[in-house]
């Protein structure tokens, strides 16, 4: 063995084995789910088309869509909303209800629009339409 003693050889191998140890302990989670956010009260204000118009039927489901990952050590949730826009207040919402539920850290939780322009207004003044307040009122538990 090149001048190593046994001793240092040893410690080598339990240095070794208690990092695979470490490693193999560790534990990577995640989880995903997608929530029909599909309005539940009819017709409702649809935003993006420059001047506000009314929806009275739904042609396709909406979703918030949303992946959480975990590495033992912190949480991150990533969701995503068909709308088009929707403001601070609402999501800072959604997320407070999240944290509540979910232990997650509110910095931790990232949510976006896809932005169509087919979806309930969730928002005032976006592109010539209010915000639809029953949809505005419904939409946070949702992505939460």
């Not at 029909?36 to 017709?43: A, E, G, N, R």
């Not at 979703?63 to 609402?90: T, W």
Request: charged share 20%; net charge neutral.
């Amino acid at each position: 063995m090149g001048g190593e003693s046994r001793v240092d050889w040893g410690m080598r191998v339990v240095l070794l084995l208690l990092l695979t140890l470490s490693v193999v302990t560790a534990e990577f989670r995640a989880g995903a789910s997608a929530v029909d956010i599909s309005p539940p009260k009819l017709p409702v204000i649809q935003n993006g088309g420059f001047i506000e118009s009314t929806l009275s039927i739904v042609l396709d489901t909406l979703h918030a869509r949303a992946i959480v990952l975990d590495d033992g050590n912190s949480m991150i949730a990533i969701v995503v909303v068909d709308s088009c826009m929707m403001p601070r207040e609402l999501i800072d919402k959604a997320k407070d209800l999240a944290v509540a539920e979910t232990g997650i850290r509110k910095d931790r939780i990232l949510v976006s629009a896809t932005h169509t322009h087919s979806a309930p207004s969730g928002m005032n003044h976006t592109r010539g339409a209010r915000g639809d307040p029953h949809y505005i009122a419904f939409l946070p538990g949702k992505i939460a």
